[in-house]
């Protein structure tokens, strides 16, 4: 076990200092990376660090606006992913958007058969705190509505994600009142307002992920830190879009790994 640990811990450092030397080479402060790939300066310092693994997406990203070649990063960036504690090895192929059905392991197919059914689901939003966090990404069958669904902004995979409602605000993170409601949108290229408010969710709430977008509307919260990653969910039988800042760094990390892009959205 003390040698799986210092294996994770090795690659996850490894890949760290070659960002965070990228970084200092580049003369590039936390803060102006951070408004460039929406990336929080603390999620950004704990990837330097090595104590967090970025999704590939967001390596990607970094090493462009760095001015490297990501390709020159990619076989760090596998070695510390496939030796996260939480992602088991095999449970992503190189180069792809999702997990690889011929590589989940056998955990992953349990908890896709317990969380089947709307019944599974309302089961792990009761028990909440650990259980809820450890059913987070596991695949769902999608229905009967949801293969009827049009192209239009349909995930490439038959699946989808369970994800936690985020609120940063400690005042929120009980009281389901209406100050403390955050808005899902019709559509995340529009601004952020009332008038594109949907429905209302809140802080740990259990909702069905489908697919990802990393360039909508730029959505800050309240501890000011601010992200264009929208996720569509699906919600009483629509299809709406939850704005990434309202997941956990961690967890949106996770979600636009798992989940493919969306596709042919409308912007406006």
């Known amino acids: 076990m003390t040698g799986q640990q210092s294996d994770r811990g090795a690659a996850a450092r490894q890949l760290g200092d070659a960002l965070r030397s990228l970084q200092q080479q580049s003369g590039r402060t936390l803060r102006s990376l951070e408004a460039q790939v929406r990336i929080s300066d603390s999620s950004l310092s704990r990837y330097f660090r090595g104590e967090t693994v970025p999704a590939w997406g967001v390596v990607r990203d970094l090493c462009r606006a760095l001015g490297a070649d990501p390709a020159e990063y990619r ?12 992602v088991p090895a095999g449970t992503y192929t190189a180069g792809a958007a999702g997990p690889s059905s011929r590589s989940r392991p056998a955990w992953w197919r349990r908890l896709r058969g317990a969380l089947s059914s709307r019944g599974g689901i309302a089961v792990a939003a009761a028990a909440g705190g650990a259980l809820v966090a450890g059913l987070l990404f596991a695949l769902l069958p999608r229905g009967a509505s949801d293969a009827a669904q049009s192209a239009k902004g349909s995930p490439d995979e038959s699946g989808t994600a369970g994800v936690l409602v985020h609120n940063v605000e400690k005042k929120c993170q009980k009281p389901r009142t209406h100050e403390c409601a955050l808005s899902l949108a019709y559509n995340p290229y529009r601004p952020y307002v009332t008038s594109n408010s949907a429905d209302r969710v809140w802080h740990h709430d259990l909702l069905q992920a489908r697919c990802t977008i990393a360039n909508g509307v730029t ?3 309240e501890n000011h ?5 929208w996720i569509q969910v699906t919600r009483h039988g629509k299809h709406l879009w939850l704005p990434g800042i309202r997941v956990r760094p961690d967890d949106l990390n996770q979600l636009t790994t798992i989940l493919p892009t969306c596709s042919a959205l409308p912007k406006g």
């Open 219 to 221: 959505v800050t919260d």
């Open 225 to 229: 830190k601010h992200t264009s990653i």
């Open 75 to 86: 076989a760090l960036w596998e070695a510390a992913d496939r030796n996260r504690p939480d």
